[in-house]
């Protein structure tokens, strides 16, 4: 029920969106909604600065630095189920295997992965999402979309976001209250660990919305092609530090 729930609100999202921007003239291809995004963009920004801010720096603070990284560790391992699905589906056999073992490893000899062994033996982490996969089949990344909470996405997003929620095992658990207390726990680890990063997006870039925009559509195409973009697919150069997978929310 909530994963029907959930694609039901994701969808909702994409038609109000998409009858926002019938009205606008984009004066970029890509961005078809603008409006409809910038309006998103504004009420994501606010939630950040009002609520998500405020918490990740108090879980910062109260935290002690081993606790913070085993508690990310222990997210990244769970994810590690999901990279190792869409390696597979991706076939890339070899990356199947590593990520795997790494999962395996860290799970068994991390304690449930709050240590990451797997680093240790030289697994290293890899980066792959079901909208990775849905790229490498061929789909299209569609319009710019800003989803609520989410932030920066596309319709293949969307899907991306559906799929990588069906191969996330805490999805299975079965509590809501347990389920929702661990998703609201890795959102804040993660804005913890990255509260640093907005300087970035502030120093370098005149209008926020389109450094996001333009940082969106570079990462996804450098994850899709694991980072040998073909020419007639950059849009832009970008300092390696604009392709970090953190969200702006």
């Keep these: 029920m909530r994963k029907q729930k959930l694609i039901t609100q994701l969808t909702g999202f994409i038609l109000f969106g998409m009858l926002a921007g019938c009205a606008t003239s984009a004066k970029d291809t890509r961005d078809p909604m603008e409006n409809w995004n910038r309006g998103v963009q504004t009420f994501n920004d606010n939630l950040d600065d009002y609520v998500m801010k405020p918490v990740a720096k108090g879980y910062q603070w109260v935290t002690p630095s081993f ?39 860290n799970t068994v000899a991390g304690i449930g992965g709050f240590i990451d062994v797997a680093e240790m033996i030289d697994l290293p982490k890899h980066n792959e999402d079901f909208d990775q996969t849905l790229g490498v089949w061929g789909v299209p990344t569609g319009p710019y979309l800003v989803l609520p909470f989410f932030g920066p996405s596309s319709p293949r997003g969307v899907g991306g976001l559906i799929g990588d929620a069906a191969m996330n095992p805490i999805s299975y658990i079965d509590s809501g209250i347990i389920t929702g ?18 300087k970035v997006a502030a120093e370098a870039a005149v209008d926020r919305y389109e450094f996001f925009k333009n940082s969106y559509f570079q990462r996804r195409n450098y994850l899709v092609y694991d980072g040998n973009v073909p020419e007639d697919e950059e849009e832009l150069e970008l300092d390696e530090d604009y392709l970090s997978p953190v969200s702006p929310y």
């Design 181 to 198: 207390s661990l998703f609201a726990l890795n959102a804040t680890d993660l804005r913890a660990d990255n509260l640093g990063t907005e």
């Design 67 to 105: 606790v913070d990284r085993g508690v990310t560790n222990f997210f990244s391992n769970i994810d590690d189920v999901g990279v190792t699905i869409n390696d597979l589906l991706q076939f890339k056999l070899s990356q199947t295997g590593m990520d795997g073992a790494r999962f395996i490893v």
